[in-house]
């Protein structure tokens, strides 16, 4: 929670921000440990070092599978025009906003607003609360550059089975989901992304990043990566969920990220990668594992570091004995400048001794340092060139590391038979346990997991269920809501629903679900049929934080008439749900939006005739309020795409409900002025003061329906 205004922050945080700021950019063993890998050229060097001192630019893209994005580019270029206009002619030299020049429609772009530089102008302060309010609404997301290339090459398809294994904060999964969703041709893809964290407080910035794009197709669950449980997708056969694409961006000692995290100078020693590569590992082969054949893999991380890179790709292609490839991915981003994965780099002990290879390192050091943190003997066998390395200095970015992987067969250790755990000779396993509990601590509990999984690995068995890797218990129970599927078509608010809205037959009743048992529900969510199976099957070993979108919510008009349906739908769930709506759906012009957004409950004499005559033959309730630029007269008005607002016909009034961020966000869609954007802002700020739930989110909304009629 930020500090309010006129309050001084606490000492921690003072004494915090003063460490950050006397902190020095440069450390003499990086820069010594990275001239000796010899990754940049000798005429670059200064330039590399160079731009690692500087700011990093900001990075947003738009979201792209939304019907809007191409009007929504073309109101953030109308705006910092406009903004640019206002700047004094030295200013007006510096270029703020211009486009990733490799990320695909020109939906990837870099601009370069510092505080000083917003303070300068007003018409700035505006396009940097603009953006805000466009990040808010899920229209654009703001992410680091570097961090948008894993998923442009997964290229992600609707039918996918996306799995993120290290998801948090969340970016690059909603990078994921916005591709599932670009290329489908319904309004729910047959695929799905499971974002993964381990983290538990963290993966409600899952929740937060997924919630922005309103999505039926993405379920957030904790877990730790390496130990990823292998989900039951059909009970009948025993089959498991196995993934067309995974993103596995490990954690890392993140020295490409030094331009916008200073304290990783201070911090940053060899030793650091030395102690990561394990989990790293352990994650990579765990993802490949649950890869399908055919399918391919991004292994990632924001580290530049050789040992952390191509030294596990390496491992991981020696092991695979030729079951998985690095694919090459030169035609994927012609436009992105990056240099050649290496097949030699050289390892360096934490007091800065080099080694050639294993045999050089002394016996007292082979505990932190391992041979596979050293080339392979054949690394043309591996084509470890085809891995990628973003550089700061190429693009003005952070560094990144990215190999794409692709799994060509079953792997060797997958072929073993799969047994269940309590076949494994249980002497071996009770001495093995005792070794722990006598003191083996971690490390043996690591070699007693190795075993099991050994002995029970998960591999071509289908008529029964693999084994899952066994899972920590956490330190603190935790239970979520439960999801309850409604268990018959025939459940009296499902059929309310189908003939109050007239939904058309194809609309998925069984994917409807609430998070209570209690016979009152006040939501109802959606999910895709994929993810109702494996909510269905996995209920007991799986850990699911969130999960669908809402769709409906309950609410409790005093108009008597309305009372034949009890739920409206949501502004959350209006594009999943409004093609199979065929009835209570009222087509209105860009001045009916105008009426609808700058006023509570306009009157019916306010709308369009159009409206009017279509309200007046509606009785009172939800309503699907629809916005086709080719109704409108004049066919060059703005915005030329669809829209759709979730309304409440009451008796004589009509309402939009929509929170104050989507608000704003379709007036700027709409071309309001900055005199119809203030008014409405300062009208919420009004509400904020009374303590009305007005204008908030679509949760806050729902406390106000009983004031939804006059």
Not at 54 to 61: C, G, K
Not at 273 to 287: D, M, S
Not at 541 to 570: H, L, S, W, Y
């Amino acid at each position: 929670m930020g500090r309010r205004r006129g309050q001084r922050p606490q000492k921690d945080q003072r004494n915090a921000e003063r460490w950050y700021k006397d902190i020095k950019r440069e450390n003499e063993m990086f820069a010594r440990y990275y001239k000796l890998q010899k990754m940049i050229p000798d005429e670059e060097w200064d330039q590399f070092m160079g731009s690692l001192i500087e700011p990093l630019p900001a990075t947003f893209r738009i979201t792209s599978y939304r019907s809007q994005k191409d009007e929504i580019l073309k109101m953030i270029l109308a705006q910092i025009n406009k903004a640019a206009d206002s700047l004094s002619p030295e200013d007006k030299k510096e270029t703020i906003l211009s486009p990733l020049p490799w990320y695909p429609d020109k939906l990837g772009w870099k601009i370069d607003l510092s505080r000083q530089f917003i303070r300068r102008s007003e018409e700035l302060k505006k396009f940097h609360q603009f953006l805000i309010f466009e990040t808010e609404c899920g229209m654009i997301s703001r992410q680091e550059a570097v961090s948008m290339i894993p998923p442009i090459l997964l290229d992600v398809k609707s039918h996918h089975k996306v799995l993120d294994m290290c998801a948090a904060p969340g970016s690059k999964t909603a990078q994921l989901i916005e591709m599932l969703h670009d290329r489908a041709e319904a309004r729910i893809p047959e695929g799905f992304v499971v974002a993964n964290d381990v983290d538990y407080k963290r993966c409600y910035m899952l929740v937060h990043q997924s919630k922005r794009l309103l999505s039926p197709s993405c379920i957030i669950v904790n877990h730790d990566a390496s130990r990823f449980p292998n989900i039951l997708m059909d009970k009948e056969t025993g089959a498991t969920v196995a993934y067309d694409r995974i993103l596995c961006d490990v954690p890392c000692t993140g020295d490409g990220t030094l331009r916008k995290n200073i304290d990783v100078w201070k911090k940053w020693n060899t030793a650091n990668a030395h102690n990561i590569t394990k989990i790293q590992y352990r994650i990579l082969k765990r993802g490949i594992e649950l890869l399908a054949v055919g399918g391919r893999l991004v292994y990632s991380t924001c580290s530049m570091n050789p040992v952390e890179d191509e030294a596990i790709v390496a491992k991981l292609l020696r092991m695979a004995e030729g079951a998985v490839e690095l694919v090459d991915v030169a035609s994927f981003l012609p436009n992105l400048k990056y240099s050649a994965g290496l097949s030699h780099w050289q390892v360096m002990s934490r007091e800065g001794e080099v080694f050639e290879s294993l045999e050089s390192v002394p016996k007292n050091l082979r505990k932190q340092i391992d041979q596979n943190m050293f080339p392979p003997e054949n690394p043309d066998e591996f084509h470890l060139e085809r891995c990628i390395r973003v550089l700061p200095h190429h693009q003005d970015t952070g560094g990144f590391f990215v190999a794409l992987l692709e799994k060509k067969a079953v792997c060797p250790w997958q072929k073993k038979k799969v047994v269940e755990v309590t076949e494994v000779d249980e002497d071996e396993m009770d001495e093995k346990k005792n070794d722990v509990q006598g003191g083996g601590g971690a490390q043996a509990q690591e070699h007693l997991d190795d075993d099991i999984l050994e002995a029970a690995s998960p591999g071509d068995a289908r008529n029964k269920r693999d084994y899952s890797p066994p899972r920590k218990r956490p330190k603190f129970a935790r239970t979520e809501d439960p999801y309850v599927f409604f268990e018959s078509e025939r459940h009296p608010i499902l059929a309310d629903l189908k003939n109050f809205y007239h939904l058309l037959d194809s609309f998925p009743m069984e994917s409807l679900f609430t998070r209570s048992h209690l016979e009152k529900k006040r939501h109802i969510y959606m999910v895709n049929t994929n993810l109702k199976k494996i909510v269905e099957n996995n209920a007991d070993t799986i850990r699911i934080v969130n999960m669908g979108v809402r769709v409906f919510t309950r609410c409790t008009p005093k108009d008597r008439a309305a009372e034949e349906m009890q739920f409206r739908v949501t502004q959350d769930g209006i594009d999943t749900v409004r093609s199979y709506v065929a009835a209570r759906v009222v087509d209105i012009t860009r001045d009916d939006i105008f009426t609808l957004l700058m006023n509570d409950s306009p009157v019916f004499g306010m709308m369009s005739e159009m409206a009017r005559g279509q309200i007046a033959s509606i009785e009172p309730g939800s309503v699907v309020l629809q916005y086709d630029p080719d109704r409108e007269e004049n066919r060059s008005s703005t915005p030329r795409c669809m829209l759709y607002l979730c309304g409440w016909r009451a008796t004589v009034s009509v309402r939009a409900f929509i929170a104050r961020n989507e608000t704003l966000h379709i007036l700027h869609l709409c071309g309001a002025t900055d005199e119809q954007i203030a008014t409405r802002e300062e009208y919420y700020k009004s509400l904020k003061q009374s303590g009305s739930k007005k204008g908030g989110s679509d949760d806050e909304n729902d406390d106000a329906d009983a004031k939804l009629t006059e």
